[in-house]
T-cell receptor, first 112, second 111 residues
Framework: DAKTTQPTSMDCAEGRAANLPCNHS???????VYWYRQIHSQGPQYIIH???NNETNEMASLIITEDRKSSTLILPHATLRDTAVYYC?????????????FGTGTRLQVTL | SQTIHQWPATLVQPVGSPLSLECTVE??????LYWYRQAAGRGLQLLFY??????ISSEVPQNLSASRPQDRQFILSSKKLLLSDSGFYLC??????????FGNGTRLTVT
């Protein structure tokens, strides 16, 4: 699976949009971009994933650049409960077990 | 809907004692199952995964083993725990290209 690069930490004011960047310059054509988050002492929570089109769900939006070398996770109205470590993961599908390889992620701190 | 259960939530064990952590999934059949470990202040490391009953793949050599005696049951074991086995153990399930879903984890402290 391709490696990803994320900033170590970011701050965001409550109510504002949080934009979390991720670089994945070596991504292959059949690899998806996944985002998870981990709130302290809990299991990782799936947020969103995409291949090449932008995606939106009830939690967030995912913007993938046209060359697919980078992406941005957008939390439109961050709340204190969004404080967590956010992981950007590139995942290929082998047809059997598809593994997730976690990096160090971005620690997002939402403040009042 | 599908749910994943892990127990116990916390565990304190002495060095040299055995370990058995259990994970079960409900609401699906033939899932892929995974065991991850997160050491304090570190990232998640994949330990084992399984694509079916009795089929176990190990990602890293270690003091642990895994078994899948039933379709929706995944067990992590050790015969003799080491201090370095302390950490946060997470079970996850997935199917095909669908997202992996994680349990709430077991925090293991080896003393």
């Amino acid at each position: 699976d391709a490696k990803t690069t994320q900033p170590t930490s970011m701050d965001c004011a409550e109510g504002r949009a949080a934009n979390l960047p991720c670089n994945h310059s070596t991504i292959s054509g059949n690899e998806y971009v996944y985002w998870y988050r981990q709130i302290h002492s809990q299991g990782p929570q799936y947020i969103i994933h995409g291949l090449k089109n932008n995606e939106t769900n009830e939690m967030a939006s995912l913007i993938i650049t046209e060359d697919r070398k980078s992406s941005t996770l957008i939390l439109p109205h961050a709340t204190l409960r969004d404080t967590a470590v956010y992981y950007c993961i590139v995942r290929g599908y082998t047809g059997t077990a598809s593994k997730l390889t976690f990096g160090t992620g971005t620690r997002l701190q939402v403040t009042l | 809907s599908q749910t994943i259960h892990q127990w116990p939530a916390t565990l304190v064990q002495p060095v040299g004692s055995p370990l058995s952590l259990e994970c079960t999934v409900e609401g699906t059949s033939n899932p892929n199952l995974y065991w991850y470990r997160q050491a304090a202040g570190r990232g998640l490391q994949l330990l084992f995964y399984s694509v079916g009953i009795g089929q176990i793949s190990s990602e890293v050599p270690q003091n642990l083993s895994a078994s899948r005696p039933q379709d929706r049951q995944f067990i992590l074991s050790s015969k003799k725990l080491l201090l370095s086995d302390s950490g946060f153990y997470l079970c996850a399930w997935g199917q095909g290209n669908s997202p992996l879903h994680f349990g709430n984890g077991t925090r293991l402290t080896v003393t």
